[in-house]
């Protein structure tokens, strides 16, 4: 920690801090043209005050929020920070949403100032403005890059760099009042507003304060021994996902570490090798998509390297199953001495294509991860510790560490943080974290936090060293007609630890028999089927194919062996198109939506288990 209690400040007062302290020191990076571009403490303080003055001369008030809609961006921290430093708090919209989803957001928060990222994200504020009732709280539109807009002409457009030249001609009129209010921020104040993603209804608003957002973050860097020096990162999850917005902003700020904006999503590994970095978060799509990577490129390699590749992971796989079950050291000096000599071999090279040669904290959250993706990135020497969490506790309740890394489990409770099982196994929590309440949704929040805990909606186990085993979503437990309970996301992960299967869903609800709904990985399967002479042209042509059909049967056999007869995939059916956010088939965070598929492919179900079943 660096010389402040994070327990007593906002945010924007810990960048204050920073900015007077070590201001010449790097804060940011991002790419520009192919040239890394540098903001030092001093000048991103400079901008977020100049960004917040510029608000504030357009009309922003205290109380009032601010809605980001883009790719992150150094933009994005410091529009997020400027609402915070006048006493306001910053939305996030995912840049995948389409405009009727984010109309709904800026309607529900009566939001007046929104910032975009580009002409893309404008255009979609503006279909919302002009249609189904329009946006009539929407006053200001920010827009970070113009290219493509000089003909625009609409009423309250403003550019990003023009904002803050208005603030900083308005400095001497306005720049004591910011002043004021960025020292009268108090940690309870709401700081962000994270709308949920709505796998079951319309997503709610969750107001986080200051305190929420630092205590929850503050834990995993004080757990971890994080500093400057130990800990730097690449931003390319979407930030207004609360764990984007824990691991690079509030981490940051925490130990004034440097943050480095990937380029896009599709530049990810490339951007991990140029940068190195010494942590790393990813939800369980990346680190699979990671995996796979070295899958598909050993296919192209020689035999003798193929040969080495799969040697040296069967070699330390029971290195690494040892090492999760001492706490993540290694469990005598022969396997020491065999690592080193698989990672002179072979490992070092696989780290460095991945990109993840440096990084010394390797985090999976969003979702449970499947245990051999995670073996996988042990075996290389990379500890990546799953960490469990949701947007209303801040990100992070439950993280695995060094001493408690039990294979397949989520990990301990952080410091200060209470927790109970209740009667049907669901998870209680409470704590500095857990978060304010629901925007204008007092029912909602009521219910959430019934008798004074966070009602998480997961159900699990608690170990014998204390990690929590996260069994599933209460709401998507399955009763079969015979009265045995399923839970649906261990078969389902298990079914996606084959490269062939992006995505499984379980169906068997109320029926006496389980079934699945399958998407096959487009990449991998197409290779398969290339190097078989099997023509395909679209994904629709591969899922069709007799072959296809037979690989993925091959690998729900394969699945059936691990798991009781009860819990046999009886049936499955491989669907005729991927499933996309744009479809409302999964949110923005890539969750599937199990009442819209079982709606959607109403059909399909029907096919498995007949009109009368």
């Known amino acids: 920690m660096i010389g402040f209690d994070p327990h007593t400040l906002t945010m924007p007062q ?52 601010l809605a980001v809609a883009g790719d992150d961006s150094p933009e994005w921290f410091i529009a997020d920070l400027a609402s915070q430093m006048i006493g306001g708090a910053c939305l996030g919209i995912y840049p995948t949403n389409p405009w009727p989803e984010m109309q709904y957001i800026l309607r529900h928060s009566k939001t007046r100032f929104v910032v975009c990222g580009d002409q893309e994200q404008t255009d979609k504020v503006l279909d919302a403005r002009r249609n189904a009732g329009g946006l009539p ?27 803050e030249a208005l603030g900083r001609r308005e400095e001497a009129r306005l720049g004591g009042r910011v002043d004021e209010l960025l ?3 108090k940690p309870g104040d709401v700081a962000i507003i994270v709308y949920t ?31 400057a020096e130990t800990y730097s990162v690449l931003c390319y999850l979407p930030l207004c996902h609360v764990a984007e917005r824990s691991f690079s902003m509030v981490m940051q700020l925490l130990t004034g570490c440097t943050v480095n904006f990937a380029e896009s999503v599709d530049t990810v590994v490339v951007n991990l090798r140029e940068i190195a970095p010494a942590g790393f978060l990813g939800v369980p799509r990346i680190w699979e998509k990671m995996q796979q990577s070295v899958v598909n490129r050993s296919k192209d390699a020689t035999r ?6 799969a040697r040296c992971l069967r070699l330390g796989r029971p290195i690494a199953e040892r090492r999760l079950a001492n706490g993540g050291a290694f469990a005598s000096f022969a396997d020491r001495a065999m690592f080193f000599l698989l990672r002179v071999a072979c490992f070092r090279a696989l780290r460095r294509f991945l990109g993840l040669d440096r990084v010394r904290n390797g985090f999976c959250g969003g979702a449970p991860v499947s245990p051999e993706v995670l ?14 969490g949701m947007t209303e506790c801040a990100g992070v309740s439950h993280m695995q ?82 009265g045995k309970n399923i839970t649906p996301s261990l078969i389902e992960n298990a079914l996606k630890d084959s490269p062939y299967i992006r995505e499984a869903i379980l169906l068997g609800d109320g029926r006496n028999f389980l079934s699945a709904l399958i998407q096959v990985d487009f990449e991998a399967t197409g290779k398969w089927a290339q190097e078989r002479r099997i023509a395909y042209t679209t994904y629709r042509t591969l899922a069709e194919n007799a072959s296809v059909r037979e690989l993925v049967a091959g690998e729900v056999n394969r699945v059936n062996d691990r798991f009781a007869r009860v819990e046999n995939i009886r049936k499955f059916l491989i669907l005729a198109k991927e499933l996309d956010h744009d479809d409302g088939e999964l949110t923005a965070t890539m969750k599937v939506r199990r009442r819209i598929i079982e709606t959607k492919f109403k059909d399909e179900i029907t096919e498995i288990y007949g009109r009368t079943a």
């Open 14 to 65: 810990i960048l204050a801090h920073h900015a007077r302290t070590r201001g010449s020191a790097l804060a940011l990076r991002d790419k520009d043209r192919g040239l890394w571009r540098r903001t030092t403490w001093r000048q991103y303080f400079d901008r977020v005050r100049h960004f917040a003055i510029g608000l504030m001369a357009l009309g922003f008030e205290p109380g009032e929020r």
């Open 401 to 482: 560490q060094p001493g408690a890394v039990t294979y397949g489990c989520s990990g301990l409770p952080i410091a200060g943080l209470d927790q109970k099982i209740a009667a049907d196994g669901e998870l209680l929590i409470r704590g500095a974290s857990i978060f304010v309440g629901y925007l204008f949704d007092e029912e909602a929040s009521a219910r959430a936090l019934a008798g004074g805990w966070l009602h998480t909606g997961d159900i699990v186990e608690v170990e014998g060293d204390g990690e929590i085993r996260v069994l599933d979503r209460k709401k998507d437990i399955l009763i079969t007609s015979g």
């Open 137 to 163: 709280d929407l006053l200001t539109l920010v827009c970070v890059d113009m290219k493509g807009m000089r003909q625009y002409a609409e009423d309250g457009l403003h550019s990003f760099a023009d904002v």
């Open 304 to 309: 003798f390297q193929q040969w080495v590749l």
């Open 197 to 227: 993603s709505g796998t079951t209804g319309m997503p709610k608003g969750a107001m986080l304060s200051h305190r929420n957002m630092l205590s929850s973050a503050a834990e995993v860097v004080r757990t971890l021994g994080l500093d």
């Open 183 to 185: 020292a009268a921020g």
């Open 375 to 388: 073996l996988f990135f042990w075996i290389l020497g990379v500890p990546l510790y799953q960490i469990y």
